[in-house]
T-cell receptor, first 113, second 112 residues
Framework: AQSVSQHNHHVILSEAASLELGCNYS??????LFWYVQYPGQHLQLLLKYFSGDPLVKGIKGFEAEFIKSKFSFNLRKPSVQWSDTAEYFCAVNTPDGQNFVFGPGTRLSVLP | DTEVTQTPKHLVMGMTNKKSLKCEQHMGHRAMYWYKQKAKKPPELMFV???????INESVPSRFSPECPNSSLLNLHLHALQPEDSALYLC???????????FGAGTRLSVL
């Protein structure tokens, strides 16, 4: 069965620190990859997506992610975090036939002012 | 407009009640989804509708009954729920099952 893992359960950073959140998936075929963010008390919002092409994708709010096929990874990065980035971050995988859409367990990011 | 609207925002129900959750989108999306999200956990897929037909049912108990009256609306009918069914219920839609999913704010359900 397809699964998605995220390396860290809870990450605590100070403002201006750099961020990297790990995501690995187990599916061996072609996949679409997503990062969603859920701010406290709010709904899930799409940060960025990868379908094909340039493996380095840029999303909203200064986030980017890199798809490394050989490592089955899609790590999320941001050079300098802000207090407002405090949220839960979910990696997700969708097989192109659409029959599987799986979220990772989530990483809670706390940014200290 | 990438809005998915869910009503009600909060719902408290007893174990013998019958209630319904509603979801609406006007983006012309042809795939709609119900997810269940427990606190500090990722969303878990429950049902997928594609072109108004149920395409995926992730072994959800029959006390949850989905309905897709038309391409813009998705309902989740609830009957004889258990306290462990208390959770945030999220609706999402996408252009097709292969595409980006847009989520509603959810209905926070408490079963007493």
């Amino acid at each position: 069965a397809q699964s998605v893992s995220q390396h860290n359960h809870h990450v605590i950073l100070s403002e201006a620190a750099s961020l990297e959140l790990g995501c690995n998936y187990s599916y061996g075929g072609t996949v679409n990859l997503f990062w969603y963010v859920q701010y406290p008390g709010q709904h899930l919002q799409l940060l960025l997506k990868y379908f094909s092409g340039d493996p380095l994708v840029k999303g909203i709010k200064g986030f980017e992610a890199e798809f490394i096929k050989s490592k089955f990874s899609f790590n999320l990065r941001k050079p300098s975090v802000q207090w407002s980035d405090t949220a839960e971050y979910f990696c997700a995988v969708n097989t192109p036939d659409g029959q599987n859409f799986v979220f990772g367990p989530g990483t809670r990011l706390s940014v200290l002012p | 407009d990438t809005e998915v609207t869910q009503t009600p925002k909060h719902l408290v129900m007893g174990m013998t009640n019958k209630k319904s959750l509603k979801c609406e989108q006007h983006m012309g999306h042809r795939a709609m989804y119900w997810y269940k999200q427990k606190a500090k956990k990722p969303p878990e897929l429950m049902f997928v509708y594609s072109y108004e037909k149920l395409s995926i049912n992730e072994s959800v108990p029959s006390r949850f009954s989905p309905e897709c009256p038309n391409s813009s609306l998705l309902n989740l009918h609830l009957h004889a729920l258990q306290p462990e069914d208390s959770a945030l219920y999220l609706c999402a839609s996408s252009q097709g099952q292969k595409n980006i999913q847009y989520f509603g704010a959810g209905t926070r359900l408490s079963v007493l």
